[in-house]
Every structure is written in C-alpha cells, then in structure tokens.
C-alpha cells in the first residue's frame, strides 16, 4: 500500500486521538473499586461514571457534522482535543462523586468528535479501495487505547492514587493537540449551514431521560418512584417529536434517508450490539475481581489488557479474511465473544488468573475480527457526501448501546446479589444439619457474632459471585442474537 508522507501524518494524528479517547474508557474501569471506596459510592452509584460518560459521547456525537461544517477540521479536532485533556485533569482534581461525573461528562462532549471526526477523515481522505487497509491500520490506535489504559492506569492508581490515572492522560493530549494542528494545517474551510436545535434537543433529552431511568431506577424502585415515571414519559414524547420533526422539516437533524442505505441501516444496528459488548465486560472484571478475589489494581489491569492482545491477534488475520469474506468474519467476530461470555458465565468464585486472561483474549479477538468489516460492510454504500453524518449516527448508536447495556448488567447483578443473598440466607438455621457438622470452620460458628458476620460476608461472596454469571449469561445472549443480522448485510461491489 503506497501512502504519501501526508496520509501518513493524517493517518497518525486519528490513531493518537484514537488512543487518547479509548484509554480514558479502560482506565477508568479498573480503578472503580478505588473511586468507590475514596468517593463512598455503591456499585450502581460508581457506575454512573462510566455510564454518564458515554451517554455525554452519545449526545453530542451527532453535531459532529454540523461543528466539522461551521469550524473546520482542524479547530474542531484541535478544541475537541484541548477541552478533552483539561476535562480530564479536572477528573483527577474532583472531590466528590458529583463532580467527578460532571468532569467524566465534559470528558465525553469533548471526546465525542474524535472517534467519528477520526473515521470521517480517512474514509474522505482515502479512496475507496484503500479504505479496508486503512481502517485496520486505525485500528492499531484504536487498540492500543484500552491496552495501555488498564495497564498505566493501574500501574499509576496503585502507585500514587486513582487521581493520577487521570492526570497521565494529559501530556499525550497535549502531544496530540500539536499534531492536529500541523496534520490538518489544510483542512481549514468553513461553511454556513444550518443546524437542527429542535431535533438535537429532543434526542438529547430522550436519550438523557432514558439512561437516568436505568442508572437510577434500581435505587428508586422502578415505577413505584414518581421520578422513574416522569423520566419514561418525557423520553417516549422527546422521542416522539424528534421522529416526527425529522420527518418533516425540510434540513433534519439527522437526515432519515439515511436510513434508505441498507447497508447503513443494518450496519448501525449490529452497531448497537457491538455497543452492548465493548465495554460491560471491563466494567464488571474490576469489581469482581477486587472485591471477591482480592486482586491488587496493577494485576486486575493487566488482565483486562489481555482483550487488547485480542485484538492484536485478530489483525493477524483480519485483512485476508475481511477481503475473501467480511460478512464470515463479522459473524465469527461475533460467535467469538458470545462463546468467550459463555465460558465467562461457567466461572465460579476459585476462577483463576488465567481463566480471566484467556476468556478476555477471546472476547477481545472477536470484537477485533468483527468490527473493521462490519463498519466497511456500514459504509460500503453510502455516498461520499453523507459519510460525515453517517458516522455521527453510527458511533451514536453503539455509544448508546454501550451506556444502556452497562446499565442494564450493573441492575442484574445487583438485583440478582440481592436475591440469592436473600435465599442463600435461608438455609442459615440452627437446624440445618450441615451448620453443625464437625469439619465446619470455626470462624463460622453461628454461637458467636462474628461468626454470623463473616458466614454473611461469605453468603453475600457467593451471592454476588452468581450475580456476575448472570450478567455474563446476558452478554452471551446478546452476541448471539447479533449474529442473523449480518447475513443481510450485502458485500462490498469489486473493483473492476
């Protein structure tokens, strides 16, 4: 492949933003147990700041084309780039969890463009026939992101504090903001165009509405609370409107003839499941492993960077395989992680180092191996002309899928360690006869207070233990149900 020194400064500038955008995810993820305990928060209260993080990234990812439009390539990386590092150092300064998540979501309006603004650039830049080569080029950066990230972040929480996972991501920010501005130095034309408030706001507000919904409705007793009702009523009528405002104002805010594009359409739905996946796994790891197994940071991190090596792996062959045939290889991609979230839900509460390490290979090799041709497969028969705004739609909707699905696994496991704590309880009776075996530990014995405390503490172990497996039960069931999709993809036209 023949690339001029430009294209591959072009190509060097997205792959650092890329970075920098993928290790603030993983980073953040494997020192929750940390911030939990520094901020008092509980599981589902700590998960906001995953979760708000992205639903910020959802929201504003689709005035990507609208900003690149009226700013230029260039300011707009460059702004994009420089809110982001300063969002960061300030998560690293916050003292309270309030704050922290207010930082976490500048993080994701800031951090929004780069993915997308990142993939336009070089499905423009780049002809056609170059495009497979140089998205798994990308992918290089993209990968090396939520490697990095556990394994630094950790490496500096335990060293120093969670505090400074967030401070180390400043000087690459600063790296990457001169390199943007020389990159991209002839990518400064503006131009007017109009933007759509009405249909932005409604799909904010529904968005926002839905997930605050999810993260708060375990707390809030679902539809018992006044506020779980009006959060679902406001989110079904900002629905509403933005449907129905896109239909028929002449310039929408996202245009639905995109939606015309078949490819597009079942594209950004397998998207969406890919969304679930990416992240719900590096979300629940930290917290069992730290709490059920006692893992130190630095080691927990080093386990989740095995998905990275995952996908180091898939590059291996996914540029012959993605040629011969992508819909085969989206649909092993696919079958990859749904078989390594299976065997994840076969662990019990002895898992191992190793059984971490190998089952996060395999999920990382999978979303590797499936997502370079699935976005190909995406783009394959959209215009040039509207690739801009197909890629605010297309990393909207998996962002989206991602934030809900963490959501939706963080209530399972609670809800479940809530439920089998209580019946697991049940069988704590002085007339059980296994209770009064001989070979029982001591430290159980249910004729002393501390004996109850610690035989609760290893019920509520094992409670929790089951309540992982059935989130990882889910994340199986939503792979595979990914996979009839991608046979109704069309393959890409051969060059003649």
């Known amino acids: 492949?023949?690339?001029?020194?430009?294209?591959?400064?072009?190509?060097?500038?997205?792959?650092?933003?890329?970075?920098?955008?993928?290790m603030t995810i993983t980073l953040a993820n494997v020192v929750l147990p940390q911030m939990r305990g520094a901020l008092s928060a509980t599981q589902d209260e700590i998960s906001w700041v995953i979760t708000f993080n992205l639903v910020a990234t959802a929201v504003a990812t689709p005035m990507t084309g609208w900003l690149s439009n009226r700013l230029g390539w260039r300011n707009l990386m460059f702004f994009s780039l420089l809110g982001f590092t300063v969002s960061s150092m300030l998560c690293g300064l916050a003292g309270s969890l309030e704050a922290l998540i207010l930082c976490r979501v500048g993080q994701g309006l800031f951090g929004a463009t780069l993915m997308p603004m990142g993939q336009a650039i070089l499905l423009a830049t780049f002809p056609r026939h170059l495009h497979s080569p140089v998205m798994v080029i990308w992918g290089f950066g993209a990968v090396f992101g939520p490697v990095f990230g556990p394994i630094f972040g950790s490496m500096v929480a335990e060293a120093y504090d969670w505090r400074a996972a967030f401070f180390m991501i400043v000087p690459p920010g600063i790296a990457s903001m001169v390199c943007v501005w020389f990159a991209l130095r002839d990518y400064t034309e503006?131009?007017?165009?109009?933007?759509?408030?009405?249909?932005?706001?409604?799909?904010?507000?529904?968005?926002?509405?839905?997930?605050?919904?999810?993260?708060?409705?375990?707390?809030?007793?679902?539809?018992?609370?006044?506020?779980?009702v009006i959060c679902l009523v406001v989110s079904i009528v900002a629905l509403w409107i933005f449907c129905v405002h896109c239909l028929t104002t002449p310039a929408p805010f996202l245009n639905p003839r995109l939606l015309l594009d078949r490819n597009f359409t079942i594209g950004t739905l397998v998207a969406f499941f890919m969304g679930m996946l990416s992240y719900v796994s590096l979300v629940l790891f930290p917290g069992l492993l730290h709490d059920l197994r006692d893992y130190p940071d630095s080691t927990i991190g080093l386990l989740l960077s095995a998905r990275g090596c995952g996908n180091w792996l898939a590059f291996l062959v996914i540029v012959p395989f993605s040629k011969r045939a992508p819909r085969l290889a989206v649909a092993t991609g696919l079958l990859a992680q749904a078989t390594a979230a299976w065997s994840m839900s076969l662990l019990d509460i002895n898992l191992t180092g190793f059984d971490v390490f190998w089952t996060n290979v395999l999920q990382g090799f999978g979303f590797g191996l499936a997502y370079t041709p699935m976005t190909v497969l995406a783009f394959a028969t959209?215009?040039?002309?509207?690739?801009?705004e197909g890629t605010a739609v297309f990393t909207l909707v998996r962002n989206f899928g991602s934030s809900i699905f963490i959501s939706i696994s963080v209530v399972l496991l609670v809800r479940s360690t809530s439920a089998n704590y209580a019946r697991l309880s049940e069988f704590i009776v002085p007339y059980n006869k296994t209770l009064i075996y001989p070979g029982l530990p001591d430290a159980w014995s249910l004729d002393t207070v501390i004996g109850l405390m610690r035989l609760s503490k290893e019920i509520?172990?094992?409670?929790?233990?089951?309540g992982y497996v059935n989130a990882f039960h889910l994340v199986a069931l939503v792979a595979a149900s990914a996979l009839p999709l991608v046979w109704l993809l069309r393959g890409p036209a051969r060059p003649n």
């Open 382 to 388: 959209l215009p040039r002309e509207q690739i801009t």
């Open 460 to 466: 509520q172990r094992q409670a929790a233990m089951i």
């Open 1 to 22: 492949m023949q690339l001029s020194p430009k294209q591959w400064l072009i190509l060097l500038m997205v792959q650092l933003s890329t970075l920098l955008f993928g």
């Open 190 to 228: 503006r131009r007017t165009t109009r933007f759509d408030w009405t249909g932005f706001l409604a799909l904010s507000i529904a968005i926002t509405a839905i997930q605050l919904m999810m993260d708060r409705g375990q707390r809030l007793d679902w539809f018992e609370s006044s506020e779980i």
